[in-house]
């Protein structure tokens, strides 16, 4: 599985950005997909998951209400619609995928096999 991130870039405080990730390869093999995001000298912490069978999703606490992960099936990617961003939401973001990933590993990143190669989201104050 190959996973393609784009649309990330420079909003204002209270501005708005789509996050787009395109999966291509063994997609079929795919149970979920997710984003995480890494700051300057932070560790990578978990953004959001969507689960393909069922459509769950989750969030991390501080971007709930803000933030939405969705899916496209017929294009085969996931989408992250980030709202009324903050400066803390400053960070490369990236999509990841697993094909066998069990809800209690949902938030951590080292159980995703698939990654892609992360996209820069800076909110300016």
């Known amino acids: 599985v190959q996973l393609q991130a784009s649309g990330g870039g420079l909003v204002q405080a209270g501005g708005s950005l789509r996050l787009s990730c395109a999966a291509s390869g063994r997609t079929f093999s795919i149970s979920a997909m997710a984003w995480f995001r890494q700051a300057p000298g932070k560790e990578r912490e978990f953004v959001a998951a969507?689960?393909?069978?069922?459509?769950?999703?989750y969030y991390t606490d501080s971007v709930k209400g803000r933030f939405a992960i969705s899916r496209d099936n017929a294009k085969n990617t996931v989408y992250l619609q980030m709202n009324s961003l903050k400066p803390e939401d400053t960070a490369v973001y990236y999509c990841?995928?697993?094909?066998?990933?069990?809800?209690?590993?949902?938030?951590?990143?080292?159980?995703?096999?698939?990654w892609g190669q992360g996209t820069q989201v800076t909110v300016s104050s």
């Open positions: 969507l689960y393909w069978r069922g459509g769950s999703t």
């Open positions: 990841a995928a697993d094909p066998s990933i069990i809800r209690s590993e949902t938030y951590n990143p080292g159980s995703y096999d698939y």
